[in-house]
């Protein structure tokens, strides 16, 4: 009987282990706005459409999203598009089950390296971009301020400069 005991709490935290590990961050990073570089694609958009598309089938929470926004000024890379789709993976925080606000400064990036995720969807995620999120930190899904804005143009002139030469 201790022995089907143990077995059973030994499944039971493996189980745990692998729905958790993929969340879970040792140390919070800070935020770095200058990570903004690694974006391909830089905007301020309005929110007109928010899913959650993939849930955790343990813990219930929220792992995968994709967020529709209508672009309403280009920052940094074109669209040939003024509706952009993104793919959220990241769920260091855990992902809201609705967005609080309703423009965004925007930066994203091409999703690569997820084939396992992309065989779960009846959308090509080579197709769609994501959300700037480094390891460990906060989305770049700010609120579009004045200072925010003068930020991402900041970084992103460096960027345009150094693609000049």
């Not at 197709?127 to 992103?156: M, R, Y």
Request: charged residues 20%.
């Amino acid at each position: 009987m201790v022995n089907i005991v143990f077995r059973v709490r030994l499944i039971l935290l493996l189980l745990f282990l692998k729905s958790s590990a993929a969340s879970a961050c040792i140390k919070i990073e800070d935020f770095i706005f200058e990570n903004i570089i690694s974006a391909n694609h830089v905007f301020i958009g309005k929110v007109e459409n928010y899913i959650v598309v993939d849930k955790n089938r343990y813990t219930g929470m929220p792992r995968h999203a994709l967020i529709t926004f209508s672009v309403e000024e280009e920052l940094f890379g074109k669209r040939d598009s003024s509706i952009v789709d993104l793919f959220w993976t990241n769920s260091t925080f855990g992902l809201p089950g609705q967005l609080d606000e309703d423009r965004y400064l925007v930066a994203s990036a091409k999703v690569g390296g997820q084939g396992i995720i992309e065989t779960q969807y009846p959308f090509k995620l080579s197709k769609l971009e994501g959300v700037l999120q480094a390891p460990c930190t906060a989305p770049f899904l700010l609120k579009p301020s004045v200072d925010n804005i003068e930020k991402a143009k900041k970084a992103l002139s460096v960027v345009s400069a150094r693609q000049m030469k």
